[in-house]
């Protein structure tokens, strides 16, 4: 049954693959080796489980899709207002390497451009340099769930090209806003950039923030919710740059992307999803990356305004009413994430039965994407050698006239009546 939702991002892949546009990150050297048809999408449900498609095994320099995970670092090691009095809130309207501050504070406009991500480095508690990576480092593969190894060639080529951002570092320690020796800070903040991830660490990462702070995956709390919605909030409004307005509007998820090409997307409450493709725009965003991401946004309806549906979206039932014939009630509004987690679910559990009644008879509202992966349903389970029946009295999923109508119940008794004449048939 997960081969619905597989079938889904192995399409919204292929319905991109074949975009050339864009460029490599050249202004630093060695990303501009890198091959440019490199192409992967993760999506890491709320409970850990991951979807792969395209070249999701890929590992890639995270460069800028660190900021929001440094400032999160930051909140949760000294506080909100200690990381206020040193970094903004406030979308810059400038490029991610523009060498200002705020005209009024002196301080980095947000922490997702470069001035406020390297005041954000400085602000991670460390007796040494090493000593703040090593913090930094374990944050970022806590989230990830696993070690992330440091691109050595990377970090040698951002800190001997690095002018922009020592340019940035001393006019910082010019309004006393770095706490350490600027080169020192920069040198962490090249090493962070440096770390090495692939698209299913950053759908990790993003499911993460989306469940308050806990990894899904290994179980352990990262940090706590208060941090995560604060760095939630500014990826929203900050995180694609100067093209955030476009990316809220039209996507609808707390975002940030880096030039490496990685773009990490969090939906909060629900999932995570890393998307990878080198060739950026000319705000440095993935020019893939964005695409997939609007497409997954547009197709799946995982914009964020309509979380507080889907929030009330959820299995009410499971039962088995005899040998082998299992019924699953839903009710509230469906949405993928809900429908992936019914499909999945009958999948971990289609050795118990060999029938399965789905009733979607109170059911509110579901959209295009749950209802093609529930009307999936039957004929995954009859190629699995079982059999699916379907209670809609009221067309949520299979609407009147349509040619599957004929396989639609209007009661649960009407289901379960059919299901033991096919288990009596067999």
Known sequence: MADLVQSYLDRIVA??????????????PELAGVDPRGFGLSLSSGDGYVYETGDADIEFTIQSVSKPFTY??????????????????????EAFNEI???????????PMINAGAIAAVSLIPGASPDARFALIRDFYSACAGRQLPLDEAVYRSEKATGSRNRAIAYMLDSFDVLDGDPDEILDVYYRQCSLRVTSTDLARMGATLARAGVNPFTGRRVTNAAVVRRTLSVMLTCGMYDAAGDWVSAVGMPAKSGVGGGIVAVLPGQLGIGVYS???????????????????????????????????????????VRDGVRVYEIHGDLLFAGAEQVLRMARQQSGEFSAAILDVSRVDDINGA??????????????????????DPDGAVVSPGSPAQAVTFTTVDDAVAAAEAWLFGR
């Open 72 to 93: 999160a670092l930051a909140l949760d090691q000294i506080g909100e207002a200690a990381v206020d009095a040193r970094i903004g809130v406030e979308p810059s309207g």
């Open 278 to 320: 080198p060739l950026l725009d000319a705000k440095g965003n993935s020019v893939r990356g964005v695409a997939v991401c609007r497409s997954l946004s547009a197709q799946l309806g995982l914009h964020f305004l309509s979380v507080p549906l889907q929030a009330r979206s959820t299995l009410r039932a499971s039962y088995d």
């Open 15 to 28: 319905e991109h693959a074949a975009t050339a546009e864009g460029a490599l990150a050249d202004y630093i």
């Open 100 to 110: 200002s501050v705020d005209d009024v504070t002196k301080v980095p406009k947000n």
């Open 370 to 391: 749950a209802r093609t992966m529930l009307a999936g349903l039957g004929a995954m389970l009859q190629a699995a050698g079982k059999r699916g029946f379907l209670v």
